[in-house]
Nanobody
Framework: QVQLVESGGGLVQAGGSLRLSCAAT????????MGWYRQAPGKQREMVAL???????YLPDAVKGRFTISRDNAKNTVSLQMNNLKPEDTGVYYC????????WGQGTQVTVSS
């Protein structure tokens, strides 16, 4: 079992920045990929950023150049630095960890006002 706890969401104006953090506890040695997903009202959950155990990163075009994902294996954390935020970035952001199965955090709200 893996437990994930996110922090760092909030309200920010367009063009601003936020940093999300996710702390993993439990069977952390089993974790391979970690990442962030978001879900806007009425929309499906979508991948925002992934980072593998060897620090290979995947980000969709919508956030590339604005978002950065990093991982600290010593602290068992994964962070998402979000710059130049846009109103369309609004949503609930979920931390994800993949071991034999996938695990999700409880989510943290990010609201970007125009």
């Amino acid at each position: 079992q893996v437990q994930l706890v996110e922090s760092g969401g909030g309200l920010v104006q367009a063009g601003g920045s936020l940093r999300l953090s996710c702390a993993a506890t439990g069977n952390i040695a089993s974790i391979k990929t970690m990442g962030w997903y978001r879900q806007a009202p009425g929309k499906q959950r979508e991948m925002v950023a992934l980072i593998t155990s060897d620090n290979t990163r995947y980000l969709p075009d919508a956030v590339k150049g604005r978002f950065t994902i990093s991982r600290d294996n010593a602290k068992n954390t994964v962070s998402l630095q979000m710059n130049n935020l846009k109103p369309e970035d609004t949503g609930v952001y979920y931390c994800n960890a993949v071991a034999a199965v996938g695990y999700w955090g409880q989510g943290t709200q990010v609201t970007v006002s125009s």
